[in-house]
């Protein structure tokens, strides 16, 4: 069974629930880290005069990288952060609502006040 079909995190694989804290930690660790921006700037620079075995070394482990971890983890900080940005939107949304019900309530009063004053 493909594990998005799956109901609830109880009846998650553990793997599945392994695999999400890695890409959470990766997510919130190392991509934003400087540390690592300037790894990817500067480790390819350094290997220019280096022969070519240590280049393509360092493309494949570089290419296997960001394939395998990198966009995994980006994805996953990005659907965590639109997650995040409809759950503030819901929640303004409820709270606008109420404040929009509770002036409506309190202007139904004071009409039914003035009504009953004039």
């Keep these: 069974m493909h594990p998005s079909n799956l109901v609830g995190e109880d009846k998650r694989h553990a ?34 005069p ?9 493309g494949v482990i570089s290419g296997s990288w960001i394939q395998w971890w990198a966009l995994p983890a980006l994805q996953r900080s990005q659907v965590k ?6 759950r503030k939107a819901e929640a303004d949304h409820r709270a606008l609502t109420h404040i929009a019900h ?15 004053n004039a």
């Design 15 to 48: 793997i599945i629930r392994h695999n999400e804290k890695i890409l959470d930690w990766l997510a919130s660790h190392v991509l934003a880290s400087i540390l690592m921006f300037d790894a990817a700037l500067i480790l390819p620079l350094l290997v220019i």
């Design 102 to 116: 509770t002036v409506d309530a309190i202007l139904s009063k004071l009409e039914t006040k003035d009504a009953r």
């Design 50 to 58: 280096m022969n070519d075995s240590i280049k393509i070394t360092l």
């Design 81 to 86: 952060a639109e997650q995040e940005r409809e």
